[in-house]
């Protein structure tokens, strides 16, 4: 199918468009971006950068996909942005290229951002992620699949949520939330396990019941956090997908995972 593009957009030289996309009025898509066939650009939208925008995707009025940088590290040179298929950037939403050349900030697929959100500069998005609105991600963060992020809340450098977290609104997170757990307050102690959004996300009543004991034993056992997690390692369900999974992310924190909270 051929594209439609309002007559007062404004594609520069040397920006590529896949087919079927549409662009709408004062919509603005910058040298060297990429769409993927079937990307929508609302009226006032823009895409620009070193930025490769997947299939199917759909970008809001004023939202500002590739904008340099804020970080004032930055040298110069045409770091990126890369973003996979199916994602939705509401009103307002702002996401960064990388700082340093060569190096791209990175988005998944199937992710919906809210009106004002905003992912900084080199952060690392999977799939199936939620932020809502005005929820913003510092850089250097690191999102895994399916997290829901609240309304509001923060996310300091460098932290990163495991897969299927939820972050509750008006959260301020400053440390590394470990996957299947819900976090909330400033800063965000982990409360419980995210068993609604484990339900929804097809796990079974007996995965559940592994989540429910990792979290017992991480957060209400009365084991300093290295006591806990050599237990979970000799745990008889040691080697089931659910502890793996978090203990692997155990071994990569950097920041240390967020205490338990009431």
Do not use: W
């Not at 920006?15 to 060297?32: C, H, K, N, P, R």
């Not at 950037?89 to 996401?95: G, I």
């Not at 592994?210 to 084991?223: A, D, Q, S, W």
């Amino acid at each position: 199918m051929s594209s439609k593009i309002h007559p007062t957009a404004i594609i520069e030289p040397g920006a590529q468009l896949g087919s079927d996309v549409e662009i709408g009025a004062y919509a603005f898509v910058g040298t060297g971006t990429t769409l993927g066939d079937g990307t929508r650009l609302h009226h006032h939208a823009s895409v620009e950068g070193n930025t490769v925008l997947g299939k199917a995707c759909e970008v809001y009025p004023y939202a500002c996909i590739g904008g340099k940088t804020q970080d004032l590290k930055y040298k110069g040179g045409n770091p990126g942005l890369r973003i996979g298929d199916r994602n939705v950037f509401r009103e307002y939403v702002t996401v960064h290229a990388a700082t340093k050349d060569g190096e791209n900030t990175i988005i998944g697929n199937g992710n919906n951002l809210l009106a004002l959100s905003h992912v900084a500069h080199d952060c690392v998005l999977g799939d199936g992620i939620v932020m809502s609105n005005n929820a913003g991600l510092a850089g250097h963060v690191t999102v895994e699949n399916h997290v829901v992020i609240g309304a509001n809340a923060g996310v300091h450098q460098f932290c990163r949520l495991g897969a299927f977290v939820m972050l509750s609104a008006y959260a301020k997170l400053v440390q590394d939330v470990p996957p299947f757990f819900i976090a909330d307050g400033a800063p965000a102690t982990v409360r419980t396990f995210n068993k609604v959004g484990l339900e929804r996300n097809g796990f079974t009543p007996e995965q559940i019941e592994r989540v429910k004991t990792i979290f017992r034993m991480l957060y209400r056992g009365g084991l300093n956090r290295t006591q806990a997690l050599e237990q979970l390692a000799a745990h008889e369900q040691a080697a089931s997908a659910e502890f793996q999974r978090v203990l692997e992310f155990a071994k990569k924190s950097e920041r240390g995972m967020a205490a338990g909270g009431r």
